[in-house]
């Protein structure tokens, strides 16, 4: 039976892969909500990984509404943040026990004035977190659930960390490099590296959805080859098969 989903995703590009992705492994057309970023990309928590931060901890005490009062109401909550943030970003790191200052705890990782002054004192990798993607994995939805609270242990909540983007899936559907995870940035190496990539024309290193759209079809079609090769994409499998049971 198909599903009322509501997406809360970095950018508009992750959208439209989860939304296909979704819809492949279950065999079944659904209905979706994009709750963030907005449509307008301007909305009260702005885009990439910092919204959806912003989105889970204030929309965390109205939460059940998307359940429950808002029409139509959504079965199935899909949150998404890159796994690249646990590799690169302090500011998810800062509250971790190896990394502790005289403000963890006192100030908000997002508004700290060390970090924009950069005079932050956490150094990644951090040795708490397995640089690899099921470390990764594990490190961010444990703090994504933390930040959705009360919410924080439901079931129709399902969280996915694409490694170290959702550019990779796309990297591991043309089967370029045997190690996709491990590539660092794969819009800017692979795909976007030259002009073309498989036939696609990329103008630039900026995300176009007219572009993106063009590499959806292969992602479903090659959706084996590519859970094959990442753990992230398996781990997103499994937890879309179990929702739907």
């Known amino acids: 039976m198909k599903k009322v989903i509501g997406i809360v995703s970095e950018g508009p590009t992750d959208y439209m892969v989860l939304k296909e992705v979704i819809d492949h492994i279950t065999g079944i057309e659904n209905e979706y909500r994009r709750l963030q970023p907005e449509p307008d990309m301007a909305g009260r928590f702005g885009n990439g990984w910092k919204g959806v931060w912003k989105w889970c901890e204030s929309t965390s005490e109205i939460l059940d509404q998307f359940f429950y009062k808002i029409i139509p109401q959504i079965d199935l909550l899909v949150i998404q943040m890159d796994a690249d943030v646990s590799r690169k970003e302090k500011e998810v790191h800062c509250q971790c026990k190896s990394e502790l200052c005289e403000l963890s705890g006192r100030v908000h990782p997002l508004t700290c004035k060390k970090k924009a002054d950069n005079r932050c004192n956490v150094k990644i990798p951090c040795e708490e977190h397995s640089q690899n993607a099921e470390g990764y994995e594990k490190h961010l939805e444990t703090l994504i659930r933390k930040w959705l609270g ?30 996709t995870e491990m590539i660092n940035n794969p819009w800017e190496n692979v795909i976007a590296r030259k002009k073309e990539y498989h036939g696609i024309r990329v103008p630039g290193s900026k995300k176009r959805t007219s572009v993106y759209s063009q590499f959806l079809p292969k992602v479903c079609h090659e959706w084996n080859l590519i859970a094959e090769q990442c753990y992230s994409a398996r781990s997103f499998e499994r937890k879309i098969k179990k929702a739907f049971e």
């Open 150 to 179: 009360d919410h924080q242990s439901r079931e129709d909540i399902l969280i996915t960390i694409p490694c170290d983007s959702t550019d990779a899936w796309i990297v591991a559907a043309y089967q370029e490099q045997k190690y």
